[in-house]
């Protein structure tokens, strides 16, 4: 697997591929690679003939007081998982090559609405800087198709619109979430979690499944649904930031003539926050 650095030799090495009439599939990534991400690129896999694999920790979306500096950087142990996993380059450019004029001094792509809510209301800036970089990804990498997890629905949501209003001509494929044995969604950010908190962890996905299982039994009191997952965290000592019940297609609250419908979590356990989603069609 060849590992690119500079954005004119990534373009260089695109052109041969198309010329060759092959296509190709963007996974963009913040490095420390576990099994989620590898069953991306599995899933990129299908869906093109080239595999480009980014691994750029975007300093962007991260606010004040975040895990910028102490986000685990791990390039080596990422080239070697995506070796094995089959992508053919890897893109690990520098914040200079990315942000020429200094990543606060660049332009920015914002999609509102869905930008300000939820996680967006707790990480405000986070969702500006995700548009952001993955614009300029799309515009260095021209794809044709991009591969993205479902686990950050919000993000999901943000990145289809960014793709419908901008007219990228990029197909958006999302990979379903991949769980440890007791329900908890893989994460870099797990590792962040002691012994005890691991153990409690789960209590995440409990508490977002037993909200779905609810939904798809009838229950319609969504106010007293979300109120009962936020308590259900709480006394299992988490910190949540929300527990929301939205439409599945715009995030907009959910309405009771809704048939696609999104529970959403994200909360505090120690170092980690850590966020779910389940999908409930009615």
Not at 150 to 168: C, E, F, G, S, V
């Amino acid at each position: 697997m060849k590992t690119i650095r500079k954005i004119a030799s990534l373009r260089e090495t695109l052109r041969a591929w198309r010329h060759a009439g092959q296509t190709v599939a963007l996974v963009p990534t913040l490095g420390n690679l576990h099994q989620g991400h590898i069953s991306l690129v599995e899933l990129a896999r299908r869906q093109a003939d080239r595999i480009v694999v980014s691994v750029f920790v975007n300093p962007t979306q991260f606010g004040p007081g975040e895990d910028y500096q102490a986000y685990p950087r791990t390039l080596d142990h990422d080239r070697r998982r995506l070796t094995r996993a089959g992508a053919e380059l890897l893109f690990a450019p520098a914040v200079e090559e990315m942000y020429p004029r200094a990543e606060d001094a660049g332009t920015v792509v914002s999609v509102p609405g869905l930008s300000s809510i939820l996680c967006g209301e707790f990480r405000p800036g986070h969702f500006d800087g995700v548009a952001s970089v993955v614009s300029r990804l799309f515009n260095i990498v021209q794809p044709d198709v991009a591969v993205f997890g479902q686990k950050d629905y919000q993000q999901l949501t943000i990145i289809r619109r960014l793709q419908a209003d901008l007219h990228y001509p990029v197909a958006i494929v999302a990979g379903p979430t991949l769980r440890e044995a007791d329900g908890l969604a893989l994460s870099s950010r797990n590792q962040y979690l002691s012994p005890a908190e691991r153990r409690l962890a789960p209590v995440l996905y409990r508490a977002v499944s037993e909200c779905g299982d609810r939904l798809r039994a009838g229950a319609r009191d969504y106010a007293a649904l979300e109120a009962h997952g936020k308590a259900t965290l709480v006394a299992a000592g988490f910190r949540p930031d929300y527990f929301s019940i939205r439409n599945a297609h715009g995030l907009q609250p959910a309405q009771i003539m809704d048939r696609h419908l999104v529970v959403l979590v994200a909360a505090h356990l120690g170092r980690a926050r850590l966020i779910d989603n389940q999908l409930v069609e009615r």
